[in-house]
């Protein structure tokens, strides 16, 4: 069997057996078992579970992160990330996740369960994940927000972002707990529809801080104003994409 497809072989089993069990609950035995290879054939290619999670990771986000850059760069050369344009900025974000989380072919359901096992994970494993692929992509929407909420308090750009994350994150988990709570009325795998929702919902809260960190400032309360363009600071925690 050529290398190239063991590895594919390999990561293929992993994923599915990470995403049922997580990274705790399987083991590089049964991985092997599960592509029917010798354990001695996948610890050649891998010789961690932490750096076959990794692998398995990496597979997945670099495509949502291409386009994710793609679409950002874009509105930045056609608007340069104006305030009228925060939705954009917004949609270029979640979308190329909440759609590709459909996708079953792709793995798409997989990666948006194994998302969730590694959100706020504190484990180096999945710290080593957040640095990598991640923490980039974060940076540059902090600094595209900042760009169209010029006013908005600095100390509020990274907490805005975590608050959109989170709403992605939750709305493509793979627990049916929408269907569950519509009584079958909301299919969670209609990822457009979920698109429609979300994007707005964030960018309403996002334009809704900034309005209210602006009164604040007219009644003399608001919290200090970013002094600089100075970007934020990593978090010790671990930081969804």
Sequence with gaps: ?????????????????FTRHGINGVSLREIAAGADIRISNLQYHFKTREDLYHAVFERRILAINEDRLARLGSIERESGYDYAHLEDVVRALVEPMVMRSGDVKSGGGNYATLLNQVTNEPADYARRIS?????????????????????????SLPWIYIFAVGAMTASISRTDRVKLLSDNACDPLDVARTVSLLV??????????????????????????RASKAKPKAEGATAPP
């Design 200 to 225: 707005p919902f964030i960018t309403g809260g996002m334009r809704a801080v900034d309005a209210a960190e602006k009164a604040r400032g007219k009644n003399g309360t608001a919290p200090e104003l």
């Design 1 to 17: 069997m050529a290398s190239a497809e063991t590895r594919q072989r390999i990561l293929d089993a992993a994923e599915s057996l």
């Design 131 to 155: 640095r990598e692929f991640f923490d980039p992509i974060a940076r540059i929407t902090i600094e595209a927000f900042a760009k169209a909420l010029p006013d908005m308090d600095m100390k």
